[in-house]
């Protein structure tokens, strides 16, 4: 789906901004309680000086569709993803971490404009293989 693959480097800058401009970025991609949710880590990673580094690289594996209701599983790539001091903008080596990927099932609902908006996100933690393209 559009949406899904256009939210991970939208999330990346909302997370390197204020959480008033995050909720702006979110807001064509994330709805209700989730996006609450995502400004108030925005509002704690600026709380502990920290900030995304570079960005994560989805690889949809499903997407399931049901009337206004969708979920995809993705093996998302982190490859290139980690946690920055958001002062210096200088990778936090520690966040990096060896695993490259990861489960992720994420819920979209159809918005009254037509739109595909994420309701809620949830990553396993298990690694996971990368679709082959």
Request: proline share 5%; net charge positive.
């Amino acid at each position: 789906m559009d949406t899904y693959s256009a939210y991970w480097p939208v999330l990346a800058e909302a997370g390197r901004s204020s959480p008033d401009q995050a909720r702006e970025l979110l807001k064509p991609y994330v709805k209700g309680g989730y996006l609450d949710h995502l400004v108030d880590g925005v509002r704690d990673m600026v709380k502990q000086g920290r900030e995304p580094y570079g960005q994560a690289i989805p690889r949809i594996k499903e997407v399931r569709v049901g009337g206004n209701y969708a979920e995809v599983t993705d093996c998302l790539d982190m490859s290139k993803a980690a946690i920055a001091d958001r002062r210096t903008h200088r990778l936090i080596p520690e966040t990096a971490d060896a695993k490259t990927t990861t489960t992720v099932t994420a819920i979209l609902e159809r918005s009254q404009d037509g739109r595909w908006r994420l309701t809620g996100l949830s990553m396993k933690g298990a690694t996971c293989t990368l679709p082959s393209r």
